[in-house]
């Protein structure tokens, strides 16, 4: 085992990090190496003020390329350690701390990063086995962070406050402009959601699902039957602050690469959660367990996935003057490399 990280390797990673889903696919993070780590910084120029301006979802995504970063680096043979918080409004540092030999957990979740979609088509109306579900719970309780599989009542209360909050954005024209910002421009633009992984308008209004499509004239979107009972699962942390939204961030993105394992579709359905007064009837009334995230999951067909920035856009350099990595580093590695795992 190798005693430092090469820059191929630190690259490999760094695009393991940034196959992360985000908020609008803003991306909106930014990774220094220094041979030691990597800092992990947000980056608020990328922020969404209309649905975001507490930048919840952006410390979520943060949080989630955590944890790409750290199974792709588990994957190369390295443990890490995490540190909050930093010098510089730094979110986090991942520091190398030893080598050692993957187990195979690792190797399935590092593998399933470059299988992670976000699927906005039909699921099947299949059940999802209680075993599965379990398995997801399981990948998201982390701490202070757990995971909530929704029966019919509650599934059907948190469907309502969604139709609601979907009615509230949609009257909004500062949400109308932000969602049309990230879901418009030319067809090589490296960020935002394109127009083939909108997925198609429902037939019905029960299962509220962002129209990220609004500009589109009907013609152009197709009409589908979505399944009739979605399985809903809801993440929720203690604390509601940065430092819990970056471990829910990191929780979250584990139980979408476990769904990956088990061959579930995940969607986000996160507009309750960005109407404040409707993200508090879904908090617990004890008032310690936040909602972070709302997922819709099933047994759909493959999807597309979204761009992604190169690592050239994402770099701070280590020392101010120079970016850490040799710039061939940053060239898509051959198929017989480790960092083949984690390409778009």
Known sequence: MSESLS???AAACLRAAVAAPSIHNTQPWRFRFDGG??????DPARRLEAIDPQHRGMYLSVGAAVCNLRLALAAEGWVSRLERGGPEGRAARVALAASREPDGSVRALAGAIARRRTNREPYDDAVIPDATLDALCR???AGGVRLVALDPVRRGAVLALTQAADAVQRADPRYQRELTAW???HADRRDGVPARVFGPRATTAALPLRDFGLDLPPKERGLARFERHPHLLVLHSRGDGRAEWLDAGRALQRVLL??????LAVQPMTQALEVPNLRRMLAAQDGRWFPQMILRVGYGRPVDTGPRRPLRDVLLPADGTS???RSTAFSRPPAATAGSRYRR
């Open 37 to 42: 780590g990597f800092d992990v910084f947000g």
């Open 258 to 263: 476990t769904a990956v394992v088990h061959g």
């Open 183 to 185: 879901t418009t421009g």
């Open 7 to 9: 820059d191929r390797a």
């Open 323 to 325: 970016l850490p990595l």
């Open 139 to 141: 990948a998201g309780a």
